[in-house]
């Protein structure tokens, strides 16, 4: 775990921002422009039907001798240039490419790709994702395995960043999971609109969050071992009745600070449902909120199987 993140260059776009009753204007942005990523925002809202905070746009044009003031609802769309085209949230896959014939002139809402895709994070959460009974042998076999967890939390100079346990070795439930992220992953890659890469290495680790556990904000691809890391993958299971509280997963946004990506201030958040597993870049900054489990029981844990699908390229 660390905190180093890719280097990105921030390069000049051209952006003509379209208003509603087709009034038009053009300007010049960097493409880490906190309004560049705040004019996209408001349109990649609009497609995930989340409407988002109304605001009043005011954008210095003619050399800071005007001011073009419109609400965000007034946006129709953007063109950019150099034309970069956006990769599009949750579209509604047609079965039959749909034909544009090229006599309609089209201006379509063009967002240069990686202000999209870098900065608005994404996440796909599959419910019962092993059958009643691998999970319930899961259970018993962790329970069975109590001694040989160690504490997450030891050998680290940031002492206080992490509280867990770990069970590094499990081969009887690791290989089951490997084949079954290995099954799955052609299906999370298209619900996220992600192209196919070349998949290496898949690990895994079974991990425990018990009272007063948690994991503070980080990434988990930063450092030069852990860059081929792309996908992250969390399956949570628990006890019935579930005896604990919190430990929700929270996977921040991102935003360009001094060509870095960091944390944005909105983040999605994830509930550790029992049987659940979840996907993620393994770039996205993210964390698990304390948990509070009463009874501090072994046995009545915040459990997963989580680990890392790298890529070979
Ligand atoms: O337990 C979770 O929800 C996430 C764990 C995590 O972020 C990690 O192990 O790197
Ligand atoms: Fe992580």
């Known amino acids: 775990m660390t905190y180093t993140q890719p280097q990105i260059k921030p390069q000049d776009v051209k952006v003509k921002i379209l208003l509603a009753g087709g009034h038009q204007c053009t300007i010049t942005l960097k493409s880490d422009a906190p309004l560049l990523h705040n004019l996209v925002k408001t349109l990649v809202d609009r497609t995930q039907q989340n409407p988002g905070f109304p605001t009043l746009f005011q954008i210095p044009i003619d050399e800071g001798r005007s001011a073009l003031c419109f609400p965000s609802e007034h946006l129709v769309g953007l063109v950019t240039e150099p034309p970069i085209y956006l990769a599009q949230l949750q579209p509604p896959q047609p079965e039959v ?45 962790v329970l069975a395995k109590e001694s040989e967890f160690v504490s997450t939390s030891t050998s680290t100079k940031a002492e206080d960043y992490r509280r867990s346990m770990v069970l590094h070795s499990f081969p009887e439930f690791s290989q089951l999971m490997i084949n079954r992220i290995k099954a799955i992953l052609p299906d999370v890659l298209r619900k996220l609109n992600l192209p196919s890469f070349s998949v290496g290495d898949i690990e895994a680790q079974l991990t425990l969050h018990n009272d007063n556990n948690y994991y503070k904000l980080h990434n988990d691809s930063g450092s030069p071992e852990t860059a081929t890391r792309f996908f992250t993958y969390v399956y949570y299971f628990n006890r019935e009745p579930k005896a604990f509280t919190g430990g929700e997963l929270q996977i921040y946004d991102s935003k360009i600070e001094n060509n870095f990506y960091v944390a944005a201030d909105s983040f999605k958040t994830v509930e550790p449902r029992n049987n659940s597993i979840v996907f993620f870049l393994s770039r996205y900054m993210h964390e698990v909120l304390p948990v509070s489990c009463p009874s501090k029981a072994f046995a009545d844990s915040r459990f997963t199987i989580n680990g890392w699908v790298r890529r070979t390229d």
């Open 97 to 141: 490419p749909v034909e544009i014939p090229p006599e309609i002139p089209l201006e379509i809402p063009i967002i240069p790709a990686h202000v999209n895709d870098d900065l608005i994070s994404r996440y796909a959460q599959i419910e019962n994702f092993l059958t009643a009974s691998e999970k319930n042998k899961l259970i018993k076999y």
